[in-house]
Every structure is written in C-alpha cells, then in structure tokens.
C-alpha cells in the first residue's frame, strides 16, 4: 500500500473568526442602535440554566430597558474592540493571520433597521477596520447577520417574523456590498441560521411569547432568513461580480447511540433537520424530508409567489460552517446528558469533554466535511472551531495553554485529512482569536483565544492583551501551512 502525505492547498486561509456583539462593546457609541445582543445580561453560574441564558422574553426587555435593571450587559462591553482594533489587528498580523472573520453589526449601520438612511459613523469604523486588515493583507471574511438583529426591527415587526424584515435586510447589505465593494469579496449571509429555530431572539429579533403560535412564528421567520439570503446573493453578483456569498451552519453531527437500527434512522433524521438549512442554500430548494416533519408540527410556511424561484436561482457559491463537537441520537432517552453547543447531547463514552461539558472529537470533523462535500460538491471554509477553557494566568504573566494547542492540533490534523480525501477547503478560522465575551453564557472566563485580554465575569480587569503560548504554536502552524502542528 503506497503511504499518503495528505497536505493543505496552497491558498488554504488561516486566521481567526469573531462576532461585533461578542467583541466591539461601544454599544450605545457612533450612533449605533441596540441589537439582540444588547439586551443578553450575564448570569452567575449558580443560577444559570440553559433556557434563562440562550432564550429572552418581553419581560427581560422591559426590565432592561427601564431603570430598575442592576443586571449587566457584557455584550454591551465587549473586549472594547472598537477603540483597539489596531492593536489587535497588528496581533493578528503578528500569528500571520491571512483571513479574519468578523460581523458587521446591523445596527450600526441602521440603528433602528428600519432608517431610510445609513449611520456614516458606522460605516466609517467598519472602513477602518477594514483598512487596517488590508495594510497586513488579511482577507476580510464578512458576515452580515450575527446574532445582532436591530432592536427597532423587534419592536415594529416582532423581527424576523415578519415578512417586511426581508427588504430592511437586502437594503442593509446592498448598502454595506456598495460601501466595501473594493475591500471584501468573501461574504457570509447569516451566522448558524439554525440558530433562529433554537432561539427565536438570538437568531431572529423574535419574541417567542408575543407569538400565538411560535413554532410556526420561528419557520416563517427562517424563509424570510432564506429568501433574504437568496437576494442578498443576488445583490453582491450584481454590485461585487467576483464576490462570494457563503451560508454558514453549527454543523450538529449526530452518531446513533447504538447499532440498534432505530437509533442508526434516529441519527440520520437528525442530521437531515441540522443539514436542512445547508440544503436550502446549496440546493436552492426545500428539501423532500421536511414536508412531514411540517405536516406533523402543524408548520405552514407562508411563501409569496417567485419565493421558490429565487431560492433556486441565487444559491450559495461556498459553504461554511462552526464545528465544536458531535452529538449522540437515541430513541431511549436513559444515559447520561453533556453539555453542547446550543443544544445538549447524551455522553459518547469514547469522547473527552471541554470544561463546559462540550465533546472533543476531532475525527468528527474529517467525518462532517467529506459528507458536506459529498452533499454539496461546493467548497467549504471552517469559520469556527476551538476551544473554551479556563485559563490561569502565571506570575511572570505568561499562560500555558497546552489544552487548547492540544484541541486545535488534533482537529487541524484531520482536517489536512479530509483535504487529502479530496475535499475542496478554502481556509480554517479558529473561534475566539482573541478571548471574547462568551454567547451561549456571556462569560469572559470562557476563553478561546491566543491572545489573552484582562477582564473578568464581572466586567473587571485592565483590558490589557497579552500572548499565550497558543499564540507561538498558531504561528508556527500557519507559517508552515499547517505541516508543523
Ligand atoms: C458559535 C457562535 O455557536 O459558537 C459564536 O457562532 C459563539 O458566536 C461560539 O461564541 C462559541 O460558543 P460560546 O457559547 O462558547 O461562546
């Protein structure tokens, strides 16, 4: 048997991947409106349970908007990337970073979603950031809907529910693809769509319980996401003609529990409803597999005439996606349950666990890339991928974080695997490049990042940015492109 040196392609992207919300703070700053994300209050580990911190409701809108609210906000805050961005693009610059993903946060640009005009001042810091990349020749990878719909599209529409929202969107992105046409030609539509169908708020603006029937509410408001994505599409050909837009999906892989053949259609419906959102954008179509899934939730889609048409006609040209961890699927419930990125899985008996309970599973991203390629035949760019950890800063202030290396290496290993299987990859963003304030929990003691940043769950701390060892062991591994890991 001949030996196989798998390697990656020469162009392979390597850089980092962040959100507005999770990074920018200066919330209330150059004009910018409140987001989703604003209204996310941190809540101490003790009394944190996954539906008060993934989920909000009108009440903890009203009590954030009024006056009686002690709670913090620490997506509000940030890590104060708006006023440092220099400094951080230049630490980017220093690993060797050729991409860097980042969001454009919505309401910076229309404060309200709705406006009839853009914030200038917004537009302005987002040239700036983008000037600073190019000065290093880093390629922006740009997303336009991260988690950070405009409150005013809430208020007024009760989000993404609402058809209307559709049109505030493309006018949104039509504005920023003319704005940057000359600085960005890889754009992504929205952030984990799947996101909107497991929290409503998070992913869409959409208060649940303003909702009569919110199933219903949260699928509409995905075939709003779809067909704006789609004319999105449209748009960037028409204003960028070399531009690209991706889709991006939390790749929730589930293996059967057991060989148990119910458990083996268990994992493959599972998979169809988390491959069910790539599969509209690749595809250009509602996939077969759902009519019953709707047919039996009561689920009915409202589409205007020509929707079907341009979900067809102005599909993705790449795929993108965040990998964390893979997930077991039973038809018995019974066995111990872990931690996961937006949703919660039984324990793999073969698998290791972050601090938060999320599997380690390396070998799942080789397995997840080959059958999106397979699926798809597109090219697939990982915008996500790493690991939260605790981490102890030194006395003489350095931070060892073998762990972390220890995650990245082995899953960057199997990813240069599935580029020797013959997967067309485009580059690998990890998650976090610098520590950020955690979505699913709003911590900053749940760190990703190579580069460290002083602040605490309780918002204290110097903001200082110092290197872990991470930092040299990433630099390596992109100046090598990939080979030394
Ligand atoms: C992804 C999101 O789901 O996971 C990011 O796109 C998020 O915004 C990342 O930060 C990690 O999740 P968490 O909850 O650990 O921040």
Same mark, same amino acid.
Request: aromatic share 14%.
């Given at each position: 048997?001949?030996?196989?040196?798998?390697?990656?392609?020469?162009?392979?992207?390597?850089?980092?991947?962040?959100?507005?919300?999770?990074?920018?703070?200066? +919330?209330?700053?150059?004009?910018?409106?409140?987001?989703?994300?604003?209204?996310?209050?941190?809540?101490?580990?003790?009394?944190?349970?996954?539906?008060?911190?993934?989920?909000?409701?009108?009440?903890?809108?009203?009590?954030?908007?009024?006056?009686?609210?002690?709670?913090?906000?620490?997506?509000?805050?940030?890590?104060?990337?708006?006023?440092?961005?220099?400094?951080?693009?230049?630490?980017?610059?220093?690993?060797?970073? #050729?991409?860097?993903?980042?969001?454009?946060?919505?309401?910076?640009?229309?404060?309200?979603?709705?406006?009839?005009?853009?914030?200038?001042?917004?537009?302005?810091?987002?040239?700036?950031?983008?000037?600073?990349?190019?000065?290093?020749? &880093?390629?922006?990878?740009?997303?336009?809907?991260?988690?950070?719909?405009?409150?005013?599209?809430?208020?007024?529409?009760?989000?993404?529910?609402?058809?209307?929202?559709?049109?505030?969107?493309?006018?949104?992105?039509?504005?920023?693809?003319?704005?940057?046409?000359?600085?960005?030609?890889?754009?992504?539509?929205?952030? *984990?769509?799947?996101?909107?169908?497991?929290? /409503? +708020? #998070?992913?869409?603006?959409?208060?649940?319980?303003?909702?009569?029937?919110?199933?219903?509410?949260?699928?509409?408001?995905?075939?709003?996401?779809?067909?704006?994505?789609?004319?999105?599409?449209?748009?960037?050909?028409?204003?960028?003609?070399?531009?690209? %837009?991706?889709?991006?999906?939390?790749? %929730? =892989?589930?293996?059967?529990?057991?060989?148990?053949?119910?458990?083996?259609?268990?994992?493959?419906?599972?998979?169809?409803?988390?491959?069910?959102? #790539?599969?509209?954008?690749?595809?250009?179509?509602?996939?077969?597999?759902?009519?019953? +899934?709707?047919?039996?939730?009561? &689920?009915? &889609?409202?589409?205007?005439?020509?929707?079907?048409?341009?979900?067809?006609?102005?599909?993705?040209?790449?795929?993108?996606?965040?990998?964390?961890?893979?997930?077991?699927?039973?038809?018995?419930?019974?066995? $111990?349950?872990?931690?996961?990125?937006?949703?919660?899985?039984?324990?793999?008996?073969? !698998?290791?666990?972050?601090?938060?309970?999320?599997? &380690?599973? /390396?070998?799942?991203?080789?397995?997840?890339?080959?059958?999106?390629?397979?699926?798809?035949?597109?090219?697939?760019?990982?915008?996500?991928?790493?690991?939260?950890?605790?981490?102890?800063? $030194?006395?003489?202030?350095?931070?060892?974080?073998?762990?972390?290396?220890?995650? @990245?290496?082995?899953?960057? $290993?199997?990813?240069?695997?599935?580029?020797?299987?013959?997967?067309?990859?485009?580059?690998?963003?990890?998650?976090?490049?610098?520590?950020?304030?955690?979505? =699913?929990?709003?911590?900053?003691?749940?760190?990703?990042?190579?580069?460290?940043?002083?602040?605490?769950? *309780?918002?204290?701390? #110097? !903001?200082?940015?110092?290197?872990?060892?991470?930092?040299?062991?990433?630099?390596?591994?992109?100046?090598?492109?990939?080979?030394? @890991?």
């Amino acid at each position: 048997m001949t030996q196989y040196k798998a390697k990656f392609p020469e162009n392979f992207y390597w850089g980092g991947a962040t959100a507005a919300n999770q990074i920018e703070g200066a +919330f209330d700053k150059g004009g910018k409106g409140l987001s989703a994300a604003d209204f996310v209050e941190y809540i101490p580990k003790d009394q944190r349970t996954k539906d008060n911190t993934m989920e909000i409701m009108s009440e903890q809108i009203r009590k954030s908007l009024s006056s009686e609210s002690s709670a913090r906000y620490p997506k509000r805050e940030g890590i104060d990337f708006y006023h440092r961005y220099k400094e951080d693009i230049a630490l980017f610059a220093e690993m060797g970073f #050729t991409a860097f993903r980042f969001s454009i946060n919505w309401s910076r640009i229309f404060p309200k979603g709705y406006d009839e005009t853009p914030n200038e001042a917004g537009l302005q810091f987002y040239d700036n950031v983008l000037n600073e990349l190019a000065k290093y020749n &880093i390629e922006p990878i740009v997303t336009l809907a991260h988690y950070e719909t405009p409150y005013g599209l809430t208020e007024k529409y009760n989000g993404w529910v609402s058809r209307e929202v559709i049109d505030h969107f493309v006018r949104y992105a039509e504005t920023v693809f003319i704005r940057y046409k000359d600085k960005v030609k890889y754009w992504i539509s929205f952030n *984990e769509i799947n996101m909107i169908t497991i929290s /409503p +708020f #998070t992913g869409g603006g959409i208060l649940s319980d303003k909702e009569e029937d919110p199933m219903q509410a949260k699928y509409q408001g995905l075939h709003h996401q779809f067909v704006a994505s789609a004319l999105a599409t449209k748009k960037l050909h028409e204003i960028i003609p070399h531009g690209k %837009m991706g889709c991006m999906l939390a790749r %929730m =892989s589930h293996y059967p529990y057991t060989p148990n053949p119910e458990d083996v259609l268990k994992a493959q419906k599972d998979n169809q409803d988390n491959l069910f959102f #790539t599969d509209v954008h690749a595809r250009g179509k509602y996939p077969k597999y759902m009519e019953r +899934f709707f047919i039996e939730n009561d &689920i009915n &889609i409202v589409k205007e005439t020509g929707d079907d048409k341009i979900l067809k006609q102005y599909p993705v040209d790449y795929i993108t996606i965040s990998y964390y961890m893979s997930m077991l699927s039973s038809i018995s419930p019974e066995g $111990e349950v872990t931690e996961g990125n937006l949703m919660n899985s039984l324990k793999n008996p073969y !698998l290791e666990a972050s601090d938060w309970g999320w599997q &380690i599973d /390396p070998v799942g991203i080789r397995v997840v890339l080959n059958d999106m390629y397979d699926r798809y035949e597109l090219p697939i760019f990982i915008v996500e991928n790493g690991l939260g950890a605790y981490d102890r800063v $030194e006395e003489d202030g350095s931070i060892h974080d073998n762990y972390r290396i220890d995650y @990245l290496r082995k899953h960057i $290993e199997q990813i240069k695997e599935a580029a020797g299987d013959g997967v067309e990859l485009m580059g690998y963003l990890a998650w976090g490049p610098i520590d950020l304030v955690s979505m =699913s929990t709003s911590e900053m003691s749940k760190r990703y990042g190579f580069i460290y940043v002083d602040k605490d769950d *309780e918002g204290n701390g #110097t !903001l200082e940015r110092s290197r872990k060892d991470s930092f040299y062991w990433y630099k390596q591994v992109i100046e090598s492109n990939g080979e030394k @890991l």
